[in-house]
T-cell receptor, first 115, second 116 residues
Framework: DGGITQSPKYLFRKEGQNVTLSCEQNLNHDAMYWYRQDPGQGLRLIYYSQIVNDFQKGDIAEGYSVSREKKESFPLTVTSAQKNPTAFYLC??????????????FGQGTRLTVV | QKEVEQNSGPLSVPEGAIASLNCTYSDRVSQSFFWYRQYSGKSPELIMSIYSNGDKEDGRFTAQLNKASQYVSLLIRDSQPSDSATYLCAVNTPYAGGTSYGKLTFGQGTILTVHP
């Protein structure tokens, strides 16, 4: 089955720790995205990547880092510099427009809680 | 001004009625427009995409795009209680570099409740 897999589904972090959220896709999509969602809010863009070894900051990149070493993978690290990391994190991927359309599809999300 | 704005809601409609959801966007060069449905605690699910001016129908859903007014809407006909969810408008905008790849930006969402 093709799709986007995020792991873990639930993650607990102690204050001062870095944690890494995994996102893997087997849809052969070039573009990948990370979003954060707080209760009752829309999705805010953290980072996005159009192609391997390239990524751009979104609207709320401070305290986060990413890498894109493989087309299939776009892990997100929540660093200790992120002061309020408790949120629902969503990863998405899409094909570039030249390959048909730019519809983005989401993984099931990771719910991160600071304890 | 926010890049993508949706009518704040919440929106409540009776079963069988038409639900109308609206969205405006700020960047005139935006290329692609999407509507997602999100149930509580779940990830967003794509329900409609639209790329050119006019209407696009898919079952009970109709998306409408007016690029001159920078406006996109979603109509849900014969609304059902199972349509109760948050609806998210998303817009794909090219970079400043002008490539075909884009930045996908979401509105804050509109909560829709369909009551029996």
């Amino acid at each position: 089955d093709g799709g986007i897999t995020q792991s873990p589904k639930y993650l607990f972090r102690k204050e001062g720790q870095n944690v890494t959220l995994s996102c893997e896709q087997n849809l052969n999509h070039d573009a990948m995205y990370w979003y954060r969602q707080d209760p009752g809010q829309g999705l805010r863009l953290i980072y996005y990547s159009q192609i391997v070894n390239d990524f751009q900051k979104g609207d709320i990149a401070e305290g986060y880092s990413v890498s894109r070493e493989k087309k299939e993978s776009f892990p997100l690290t929540v660093t200790s510099a992120q002061k309020n990391p408790t949120a629902f994190y969503l990863c998405a991927s899409s094909k570039p427009r030249g390959q048909g359309n730019t519809e983005a599809f989401f993984g099931q999300g990771t719910r991160l809680t600071v304890v | 001004q926010k890049e993508v704005e949706q009518n704040s809601g919440p929106l409540s409609v009776p079963e069988g009625a038409i639900a109308s959801l609206n969205c405006t966007y700020s960047d005139r060069v935006s290329q692609s427009f999407f509507w997602y449905r999100q149930y509580s605690g779940k990830s967003p699910e794509l329900i409609m995409s639209i790329y050119s001016n006019g209407d696009k129908e898919d079952g009970r859903f109709t998306a409408q795009l007016n690029k001159a007014s920078q406006y996109v809407s979603l109509l849900i006909r014969d609304s059902q209680p199972s349509d109760s969810a948050t609806y998210l408008c998303a817009v794909n905008t090219p970079y400043a570099g002008g490539t075909s790849y884009g930045k996908l930006t979401f509105g804050q969402g509109t909560i829709l409740t369909v009551h029996p």
